[in-house]
């Protein structure tokens, strides 16, 4: 299991590295300056970028960057002022994060019991409801979701508030926003795998053996079938959890997904690597994780791997 693990830690900061060093070339290939203004002349031009070091030749640049990664610093934002990317980051990280667990929690755990539920049920009425949630789910882009949830449980009946994120009743509505379409994605990918593992060999065999229902499907069918389930759970955990720019606009969170998107729109070249980088860190560290999921749940995947 140590080399398992090893193995992918390895491949994990293999896959950081590589993507730092692409995203560090596309930023300096953007079309557009950072620093251009009508108002700025070329001699505070010139001051502001030998700040920043584009004064040096773009090799050095890289080398310096990544030497301050390494000592965990990304830099000063060159659009807000005396703002570290790290002060950003760790500002607006939390609201995102404590969003994507609650989303989480709720998406997948109700997405895995709809599944359950509706394969339990294939062809009658409760399989027939999950599955029509499951096609609101994932058919309904999320902001329409969001403003349905305001208009119906906000403002016109009145239990939960519309915006802000100050409390529990705050976070019911975007967490639900944000989660249904996961929810959707997971109760289909369930019940597609219950479906299939029922036709298995070895379901058969327990059947014969007089082992009862509840356990042929607790051990045997629920196990082997949530394996596409943990599959999708990488890059779904660390999109969720990183900040949704739609969903935190319309609930007026101050997540990550705005300042992300803002740092696009103003060429800033520190937040947009930082960001970058901080949510591919993320991305690769849920899917080494999920990897590591896959040998405990499947020790097959361990031999194979050997």
């Known amino acids: 299991m140590r080399k398992y693990i090893l193995k992918r830690l390895v491949i994990s900061l293999a896959t950081v590295w590589v993507l730092t060093t692409i995203v560090f070339i596309l930023v300096r290939l953007m079309p557009g300056d950072p620093f251009s203004s009508d108002k700025m002349t070329p001699e505070i031009k010139a001051n502001i970028e030998r700040y920043y070091g584009f004064d040096k030749p773009i090799i050095v640049q890289y080398f310096t960057y990544l030497n301050n990664i390494l000592h965990g610093d990304f830099g000063y934002s060159m659009k807000?002022?005396?703002?570290?990317?790290?002060?950003?980051?760790?500002?607006?990280?939390?609201?995102?994060?404590?969003?994507?667990?609650?989303?989480?929690?709720?998406s997948i755990s109700f997405g895995i019991v709809l599944g359950i539920i509706a394969a339990l049920n294939r062809g009658r009425k409760l399989d027939y409801v999950c599955v029509v949630i499951a096609i609101i789910g994932t058919s309904v882009p999320d902001f329409i979701i969001g403003g349905l949830l305001q208009f119906f449980f906000g403002i016109k009946w009145g239990l939960f508030p519309v915006a802000q994120y100050h409390g529990i009743k705050y976070t019911v509505l975007p967490s639900i926003a944000l989660g249904f379409y996961t929810l959707a994605m997971v109760s289909r990918l369930m019940r597609a795998s219950m479906l299939e593992v029922v036709q298995q060999d070895y379901i058969k065999t327990a059947k014969s053996k007089g082992i009862s229902k509840f356990r042929i499907t607790y051990k045997h069918q629920i196990r082997n079938a949530i394996m596409p389930v943990v599959t999708v759970l990488g890059p779904t955990?660390?999109?969720?959890?990183?900040?949704?720019?739609?969903?935190?606009?319309?609930?007026?969170?101050?997540?990550?997904?705005?300042?992300?998107?803002?740092?696009?729109?103003?060429?800033?070249?520190?937040?947009?690597?930082?960001?970058?980088?901080?949510?591919?860190?993320?991305?690769?560290?849920?899917?080494?994780?999920?990897?590591?999921l896959y040998g405990v749940i499947d020790p097959r995947i361990r031999v194979a791997g050997k």
């Open 80 to 106: 807000y002022v005396n703002q570290s990317v790290n002060k950003i980051i760790g500002d607006s990280f939390p609201y995102s994060f404590d969003l994507g667990m609650r989303a989480l929690s709720l």
């Open 237 to 292: 955990v660390a999109s969720v959890l990183t900040g949704t720019f739609v969903i935190e606009s319309i609930f007026a969170i101050p997540g990550m997904g705005k300042y992300y998107v803002q740092s696009v729109q103003n060429l800033d070249y520190s937040l947009i690597l930082g960001m970058t980088i901080f949510y591919g860190a993320f991305l690769v560290l849920a899917n080494m994780i999920v990897d590591i």
